[in-house]
């Protein structure tokens, strides 16, 4: 469209004219002067109101304004001479030069007005320090996390990696995975969905029949003991273990020899039957049946409890590994303050999901737990991420956890106890930590677990939505992530609050 142009021109005033006419006459002609100019000027590239008040930077370009802004030789300190290796370590964002091209991009460096690029594949090995492709995401409510992973995820996927997200307790990423060609699978009461936690997925190429027997057979075993421990709310006595070792067997051989599918009811009912039990146990001391009583209470909540029919029948979907994105809605559930149905449906869902995943030729793929800080109390399920993490160089998959503060993890237990072992386990096994903003008491914990510098505290203090400190193998960055608006629309989780 061309441009028009505007001018303003002085009209002639006679001589003779009235004082007050030639005031109102110059008057008009700067008005005009100046509406010219502005219908003259090129439109604003970008609109005021299209810009987020809260992604505004706090200070102008020319920056902080007064005699703090050091500028004008005010603030005369003496010149101190260092190599940018040591300033890092007294400022950690001087002079970095990136983590380079590769990988999705996220959004901008903001200390280096640059680009930036993450993908934990191509880092590893490349970087120093860099030793495994698992991230732990942390901020307070609503600054941005979720929409950073559903964007990671988003632009993953144009490059080939796949997407599963094995616990949605929102429900919220159900939008993102129809608009990616992927699947969900919505869980709850009333839902006709299925998943059979015992399913056996495709045998790897790589791997030999008797290995993947094996394997199978501890994948059940951790499931069945995780499920027993959350109901029972304390660990598995010696021969509670001999009991779901010879149920397990027990049922497994049945369904080989009539063609079907183990079930968790059949487990169950085993458990119940105190003589097939014993009579499995042969002429071993002791009563397993009567050991096993607890066990198959707490197996009966799956099957005729407020969980009945979700997890004790075969599968309505099986694993299409060619699918980008899969996710495990759980929305439905966990109402009502106890959320131990929604803790074993999560390690149902991610029993079944990530036996899936133990393919090493599945190509490399994100993991994404979000909400993960609802996991941090349950042991079972810690145990899971644990085993899940060890595995994410092997299989080529890397971890996403999401939790709001660093705190989480210290709720898994006492110091020392195994739940907090094992959250700081995990924690130890991210080499990507981003941190979003937390609160004022919560900086103490951040740093101490962290290991942050007192700069780098003070940053994440003042984050605002979106921006996050990017701590990558020991290496500092403050980024902005940068929503596309399409990405905007798809990932809003505000809508509720405008409304
Ligand atoms: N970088 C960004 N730029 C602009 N808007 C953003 C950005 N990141 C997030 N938002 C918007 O902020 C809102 C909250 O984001 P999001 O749901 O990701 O927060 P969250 O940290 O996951 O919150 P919660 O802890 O409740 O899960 C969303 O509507 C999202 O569209
Ligand atoms: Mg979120």
Known sequence: MPRTRASASPLFVPRKAPRAGRKAARAGFAEARRQARIAGAPPK??????FDPELRPTYPPSGRPGPSSARGSKLGLPAHRMTTATASGAYPFV?????????????????????FCFDPFSLYGRIEGFTNPNAVLAGIIGMG????????????????YRIYVPSDPKGE???VAQALGGHTIALGPGLPGRLNPLDAPARPASVSEDDWATELRKRRLLLLAGLARTVLKRDLQPMEHTALDLALDLVVTEADASGTVPLLGDIAHVLGSPERLDRALGNQTGHLGSAAQDLAHALRRLVHGDLSGMFDAPSTVEFDPTTPMLSIDLSRLGGGGDDTALVLAMTCASAWMESALADPDGGRRWVIYDEAWRLMRHVGLLERMQSQWKLSRGLGIANLMIIHRLSDLLSAGDAGSRGRVLAEGLLADCSTRIIYRQEPDQLTTAASLLGLTGVETQAVSALTKGRGLWKVAGRSFITQHVLHPAERKLFDTDARMAA
Request: net charge positive; no cysteine; proline share 0%.
């Open 45 to 50: 590239r970008r609109t005021e109101g299209a």
């Open 173 to 175: 990423w159900t939008a």
């Open 145 to 160: 996390k979720s929409a950073l992973a559903k964007s990671i995820a988003t632009r993953s996927i144009a490059h080939g």
């Open 95 to 115: 002079a970095e030069g990136g983590l380079g091209a590769d990988g999705v991009f996220i959004g901008r460096d903001v200390h280096a007005e640059a680009a």
